[in-house]
């Protein structure tokens, strides 16, 4: 099984449709984080958390929330999808000081 | 803040040949760290090679090196030997300020040709 696992894999959605990306790993790592891939653009950080108390806002937050349920556990949700959400979710964690990112396998989210 | 530039989108090479791919960084930060991930057309995100800025020797690992010019802020990433597998988009990645944060270029799409 794999150490950091992203539900659903793939998602077809309609615009102003709510939709959650569920995280969870099992790793023990304390700082998780999700991204979302665009062709052309490369990983853009949106949030990342470092315990289930803090909560950051990364580059491209705006139309996203997250959760930390648990120290394994950390949720993004589009309250309204739009279609320019459309793209490759990744989920990540790491070991405090390191940098090195363990990814989970994407979740591949499209909004109509 | 920090950035990270990949000026390749995309690059050709011979199967068995080498290959640099290239990747220039900006911070202001004295200790930070650079890394390299491959992405296969799976989409998973596979990690290959980690420079540290203190580290005085070139990070290897088997087939990857990563030629670190601190002065020129460069952190490329040189194949050996190429193979139809390394066919795969390549990210070079960041970390500063305290290590919280992961800072990714563009990519650069690498293929293989028998």
């Known amino acids: 099984d794999a150490d950091v696992t992203q539900t659903p894999r793939n998602r077809i959605t309609k615009t102003g449709k709510r939709i959650m990306l569920e995280c969870s790993q099992t790793?023990?790592?304390?700082?998780m984080y999700w991204y979302r891939q665009d062709p052309g653009l490369g990983l853009r950080l949106i949030y990342y958390s470092f315990d289930v108390k803090d909560i950051n806002k990364g580059e491209i937050s705006d139309g996203y929330s997250v959760s930390r349920q648990a120290q394994a556990k950390f949720s993004l949700s589009l309250e309204s999808a739009i279609p320019n959400q459309t793209a490759l979710y990744f989920c990540?964690?790491?070991?405090?000081?390191?940098?090195?990112?363990?990814f989970g396998e994407g979740s591949r989210l499209t909004v109509l | 803040a920090q950035k990270i530039t990949q000026t390749q989108p995309g690059m050709f090479v011979q199967e068995k040949e080498a290959v640099t791919l290239d990747c220039t960084y900006d911070t202001s930060d004295q200790s930070y760290g650079l890394f390299w991930y491959k992405q296969p057309s799976s989409g998973e995100m596979i990690f290959l090679i980690y420079q540290g800025s203190y580290d005085e020797q070139n990070a290897t690992e088997g087939r990857y090196s990563l030629n670190f010019q601190k002065a020129r802020k460069s952190a490329n990433l040189v194949i050996s030997a190429s193979q139809l597998g390394d066919s795969a988009m390549y990210f070079c990645?960041?970390?500063?300020?305290?290590?919280?944060?992961?800072?990714f270029g563009t990519g650069t799409k690498l293929q293989v040709i028998p």
């Open positions: 990540a964690t790491s070991i405090t000081g390191t940098g090195e990112l363990f």
């Open positions: 790793k023990g790592h304390d700082r």
């Open positions: 990645a960041m970390t500063a300020g305290g290590y919280q944060k992961v800072t």
